[in-house]
């Protein structure tokens, strides 16, 4: 094997690094004042940073790393592409082998007749493709006024201009002119928040009737579809009540809009089914897909196409959309290979029937915790939500800084577990085995009590 790259001093490649380098999401100031945190390698579910710490990564990267760091057959067979065809692109009516096995492999795996496979480099250019797409498809339908999109508050579909139009993140939106037209939102079935005395049952049908309630204020003839993440991820890991989705499929279907579902997060194994939309028996017209495709060893996403949608856009012409990097040879035959992992060591399979339980009941005993209000859990993802009176699931007064505290916890303990607002999140790696649950577990209860008290003493433990 080769040696590993040897690294500066932490302190020069944090200097380095606040001269030179912006971050995504980041406090810059911040960071500046404390220097950034340096990863240098991983393996399985640990990270080590340049001090050589070793942190548990509750995480899987940021949502990604769903078969484990440091599996060498990815790393083999990127050099092995790279040598052979590095790059070659599918414009112009050419195609290459990865491109072409990959697609078929997925449009096996994928349900129903989601058969066609457009490629982008990440999540983010999947969901602008998909706003072109269904737009270009009503188009070529006879109904061009069907083009208005409808999101959700709190979604989370990207950070180009398309997709955080579709995101539903006010801080995001403040930021450059945001949304862009003809996109809206209502609100996401996010029960623990904002059910009030409501079942969840019942909250989950009212907050799927808003889809029916914004058709009607857009007239029909102007929607040309709904998306949605399975289960919010970036939003806070909101799970749905069971009412929800099979409400929305049939609004979809009734009103001739079509249905798409981000799969960036829920797809390749992280709700205990290759799909999101096969645990929650959601029929999309599209998903889109990324993160866990590769699991983050190559930036690749892409939507997967009901085979006649994508009819009507092959019979209309040229669909003068496409990324360089669509289909991107090395890319592809890393995801190829990373599903053939996930498939042949029964990845998927072991979340539903063996770790994802194993993971949950323990997870859900945090909800014990004095702070914590509610822990909930579907597959390998879940969230904690914070409360300073838990019997009435009230929120902080200073919203986020318990949460920020709590993270900082975990970090200095040696655990990633990230907080969204007040409430914590968890998604590790797929292949986490029972006794680093076990760590995460204890790890997270010490994490929550040091916070809370820390929390009490800078005056912040108030609802
Ligand atoms: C991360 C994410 C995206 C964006 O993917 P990028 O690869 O970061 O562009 C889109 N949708 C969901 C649900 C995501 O979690």
Redesign the pocket.
């Known amino acids: 094997m080769a040696p590993k790259d040897n690294h500066l001093p932490t302190a020069e490649m944090q200097a380095l690094d606040a001269a030179h380098h912006i971050h995504p999401f980041s406090d810059s100031a911040g960071m500046r004042k404390r220097g950034a945190r340096v990863i240098t390698e991983a393996e399985g579910v640990w990270l080590t940073d340049s001090d050589g710490k070793r942190i548990l990564d509750g995480m899987a990267g940021?949502?990604?790393v769903n078969i484990g760091y440091g599996r060498e057959e990815l790393a083999d067979v990127a050099a092995r592409q790279m040598r052979q065809l590095p790059y070659y692109n599918t414009f112009f009516m050419t195609s290459h082998p990865p491109a072409v096995k990959l697609s078929a492999k997925l449009a096996e795996l994928a349900p129903g007749d989601l058969n066609r496979v457009f490629y982008s480099?990440?999540?983010?250019?999947?969901?602008d493709t998909n706003i072109r797409l269904v737009r270009h498809y009503w188009q070529l339908m006879g109904k061009p006024n069907k083009r208005t999109i409808i999101a959700r508050r709190n979604?989370?579909?990207?950070?180009?201009m398309g997709?955080a139009s579709l995101?539903g993140m006010a801080a995001m939106h403040a930021q450059g002119g945001l949304p862009i037209p003809d996109i809206v939102h209502i609100d996401p079935p996010h029960w623990y928040a904002e059910g009030g005395d409501m079942s969840p049952e019942e909250f989950g049908r009212v907050r799927a009737a808003q889809l029916d309630q914004m058709i009607d204020r857009l007239g029909e003839g102007n929607v040309a579809a709904f998306i949605a993440?399975p289960v919010q991820?970036?939003g806070g890991v909101v799970i749905p009540p069971d009412s929800y989705w099979p409400e929305i499929g049939r609004i979809c279907r009734e009103r001739d809009i079509l249905l798409i579902a981000?799969?960036?997060?829920?797809g390749f194994g992280r709700t205990g089914s290759w799909f999101g939309s096969q645990t929650y028996d959601i029929d999309p017209d599209i998903m889109?897909i990324?993160?866990g495709l590769s699991s983050g060893y190559q930036?690749i996403?892409g939507s997967i196409i009901r085979e006649s949608v994508a009819q009507v856009i092959e019979d209309g012409g040229d669909f003068n959309h496409g990324y360089t990097y669509s289909s991107h040879p090395v890319a592809a035959a890393v995801a190829l290979e990373n599903i053939r992992i996930l498939d042949e060591e029964g990845i998927v399979d072991r979340v539903a029937t063996h770790i994802g339980p194993y993971l949950k009941e323990r997870w859900l005993k945090l909800g014990d915790h004095p702070m914590v209000g509610e822990a909930r859990m579907v597959g390998l993802m879940g969230a904690l939500e914070l409360s300073p009176d838990k019997s009435a699931r009230a929120p902080f007064a200073s919203p986020g800084a318990v949460g920020l505290i709590t993270r900082e916890r975990c970090f200095a303990n040696g655990l990633v577990m990230r907080h969204v607002g007040d409430k914590m999140i968890i998604c590790p790696p797929l292949i986490i085995s029972e006794s680093e649950v076990d760590t995460l577990i204890e790890l997270a209860w010490q994490c929550l009590d040091e916070a809370m008290a820390q929390a009490k003493a800078e005056g912040v433990f108030t609802a």
């Open positions: 940021l949502w990604c480099g990440s999540g983010s250019e999947a969901n979604g989370y579909h990207g950070s180009t997709a995101g993440e991820g970036a981000d799969e960036v997060i829920c889109t990324a993160k930036p996403g």
